[in-house]
């Protein structure tokens, strides 16, 4: 099963290094990594998804994680928890005269942009959570991606919380 987990962390050297070591040293494999900055410039927010099989493990992992030097506040989203996740995705897509229009139609289903287009290419960029995303793919691909980059989840909680 997929978990998102987010740290808000020092925005130091090293620590990125620290939480992704603390997850595959315990033989989880991180299917997606973001990192950014957040509205504090001394603080990042990494926001990791990774399988497990094991519910008991990744808590453990969790309670590890939040006992690293420069770790704040981890938060482990799940169905139980109420969050928004987004992801991005990029594409460059073999675009001619005859398929533009109907590509253009799927970004537009999709509240997708076009973000550039050249004689035989489009760029389109799709944002939203990770079912929106693989629809998008499963219905763009067969016109054939030349370039494709993918961020994976960023995730809050809904509603109040204090701030740090």
């Not at 094991?54 to 969050?83: C, M, P, W, Y």
């Not at 897509?93 to 799927?106: F, L, M, P, V």
Request: proline share 2%; hydrophobic share 45%.
């Amino acid at each position: 099963m997929r978990h998102t987990i987010s740290a808000l962390v020092e925005n130091k050297f090293g620590v990125l290094a620290r939480v992704a070591g603390m997850f595959s040293g315990r033989g989880f494999n991180i299917d997606t990594l973001n990192v950014g900055p957040t509205h504090d410039p001394l603080l990042s927010r990494i926001t990791i998804t990774v399988v497990a099989e094991a519910e008991g493990t990744l808590d453990q992992a969790i309670k590890q994680l939040d006992k690293l030097v420069n770790v704040i506040e981890v938060t482990h989203f799940s169905e139980r928890t109420s969050f928004v996740a987004r992801e991005l995705v990029m594409l460059k897509i073999d675009a001619g005269r005859e398929t533009r229009s109907e590509i253009i139609e799927i970004v537009d289903i999709f509240r997708a942009k076009v973000v550039d287009v050249s004689t035989d290419s489009i760029i389109i960029e799709c944002t939203g959570n990770e079912n929106k995303i693989r629809a998008f793919l499963e219905l763009i691909t067969p016109f054939g991606i030349k370039e494709m980059a993918r961020t994976g989840n960023v995730a809050l909680s809904r509603g109040y919380v204090a701030e740090r």
